[in-house]
């Protein structure tokens, strides 16, 4: 892990898709229908899309964040629910991909939530009601994966200033 960093995610509209595992034919088919309807129609400067934990149930889903994108009733959401996602502060750092390595993700998970607990600035903020959960986003994946052979996964820790 290099550095941790807080950012902000502003409160929005996300669409959100059906829980899956990684990977698997749902993985699969949820990715190609987000991205063929959703994602490259619409693309920024960063990623608008996170793939957060559930540790409840073990499965991941994908947010598509649509803040912003006026014609949101215009393309097909394929069928996958607009949620209103509540926003927040996020603890965040970078991990190689855990295709190429089982121990930077763990790693970097738990030196990121260390750095956190030893804060006197942030607590830790997880609330899988509130959808206050770990999340990923691998920016430029395999774009990044050709050159250096491995791929970036920032990971999102959810956090909240101390009272």
């Keep these: ?22 990977p698997g ?3 699969f088919r949820i990715m190609k229908q987000l991205w063929v309807n ?12 996170f793939m957060p934990f559930n ?23 394929s069928g996958f629910e607009i949620i209103d996602f509540e926003g927040g502060y996020y603890a965040t750092a970078t991990a190689i991909d855990p295709d190429n390595s089982d121990e930077s993700l763990p790693k970097t998970i738990q030196e ?4 956190v607990n030893q804060s006197k600035f942030f607590d830790l903020d997880f609330d899988m ?14 774009n990044v994966r050709n050159v250096m052979d ?14």
Excluded at 150 to 163: D, G, T
Aim: net charge negative.
């Design 150 to 163: 491995y791929a970036q996964l920032e990971i999102f820790i959810p956090i909240r200033p101390k009272k």
């Design 38 to 49: 959703v994602v490259d129609r619409h693309t920024d400067l960063f990623p608008r899309d």
């Design 129 to 142: 009601k509130r959808t206050r959960c770990f999340m990923s986003q691998m920016p430029l994946g395999d």
């Design 112 to 115: 990121v939530k260390d750095w």
């Design 1 to 22: 892990m290099e550095q941790v960093k807080i950012i902000h995610i502003p409160a929005g509209k996300m669409i959100k898709t059906p829980e899956f595992d990684i």
């Design 55 to 77: 540790d409840d149930t073990g499965k991941n889903y994908w947010l598509y964040s649509i803040s912003g994108i006026d014609d949101i009733g215009k393309f097909d959401t």
């Design 25 to 27: 034919d749902d993985f």
